[in-house]
């Protein structure tokens, strides 16, 4: 389900708050390009009651396209346009430093997104071996206000609330242009998990592993994907295989099991299973059985809900047929 805008300035002020990014119905300067990204920006802080004036700064280094960027902003977004001198080595550092250099002073505002976090992390791993990302706050009074929302959703944004935007023809030719449309669309080709890995890494967020590993209740367990789940018993922890529905066949390590039986699933023992129907404790079927405690963890269960109709091996049930190869 894709967010409303209402969702996303939601997300946008929980992040501000979090962060104390901007005092509540305070004064910032959105620094505008006049792309998706700035336009949201300057919008939302808007429609969330802070104070914003908008400010572009005209590098001219694309000629009439940067004149119309500069008209555009004057004419959409109410921003102050000053036009800057191009350094002479024009680098992506070297304008945007000369960018923050106006409004000194004033808190200001930049509209980089999850997606711009993702792109940063990548090349800095590249470049120098850290992952350091961008700064929510930095100490030069410029924030982020954005760092939640992913570059699709502030184009969504601009289009549900019917805000005109401009796109920079000369992106594809920067770092960021060749990290977003070349290296990213490889790497999510190897795991499409991996821009959400990357912004936790930035984020230097812990993983959900780590989190259940550093908790203090007595159990807990976590889906891993990749069919596999991690569980903690107080000072124990295992992965075990993640329940998988029992369509036709299914195998579960050394064990094929088949039924033709609706609503039925294969899963990994856990303490305190019972046998539908009966008092009888999956763990005392094991111990009847004499199944070493290391074995039983990777022991199959055919389950409905969370009753366990049939032990593999050990506790038969109609319509299910098990073979350990």
Not at 25 to 30: F, H, I, N, P
Not at 129 to 153: F, H, S
Request: hydrophobic letters at 40%; charged letters at 30%.
């Amino acid at each position: 389900m894709v967010d409303t805008p209402r969702d996303l300035r939601a997300r946008i002020e929980a992040h501000v708050r979090a962060n104390g990014l901007i005092p509540p119905g305070g004064e910032v300067v959105a620094l505008v390009s006049g792309g998706a990204d700035s336009t949201c920006l300057w919008h939302s802080l808007g429609a969330l009651g802070y104070r914003v004036s908008a400010l572009h700064v005209n590098h001219g280094l694309r000629g009439d396209e940067s004149d119309e960027d500069a008209r555009f902003c004057g004419e959409a977004l109410g921003a102050e346009v000053v036009d800057a001198p191009v350094p002479e080595r024009p680098t992506e550092e070297a304008l945007r430093k000369l960018r923050y250099s106006f409004a000194a002073g004033r808190l200001r505002a930049t509209g980089h997104t999850a997606s711009d976090q993702v792109e940063t992390v990548v090349y800095r791993l590249v470049a120098s071996g850290n992952a350091k990302g961008i700064k929510a706050k930095r100490e030069d009074c410029v924030v982020r206000p954005l760092l939640t929302l992913w570059r699709e959703e502030t184009e969504a944004y601009c289009r549900a609330e019917g805000l005109d935007f401009r796109t920079d023809s000369s992106n594809a030719d920067t770092r960021r242009g060749l990290i977003r449309d070349e290296l990213l669309p490889l790497l999510r080709r190897l795991h499409p998990g991996a821009e959400q890995n990357l912004l936790r890494l930035a984020e230097q967020r812990p993983s959900k592993l780590d989190l259940l590993l550093a908790s203090a209740e007595g159990s807990g367990r976590i889906d891993l994907g990749q069919g596999l789940t991690a569980v903690r018993e107080y000072d124990r922890v295992w992965l075990e295989g993640t329940p998988v529905a029992l369509e036709g066949r299914v195998r579960w390590g050394p064990w094929t099991i088949e039924s033709e039986l609706a609503g039925l699933k294969v899963r990994s023992w856990r303490p305190g299973d019972r046998l539908a129907g009966r008092r009888k404790k999956v763990q005392d079927v094991f111990v009847d059985a004499k199944i070493p405690r290391s074995e039983r963890e990777a022991w199959p269960l055919v389950v409905r809900g969370r009753e366990v109709v049939a032990v593999p091996g050990l506790v038969e049930a109609p319509g299910v047929r098990a073979e350990r190869t």
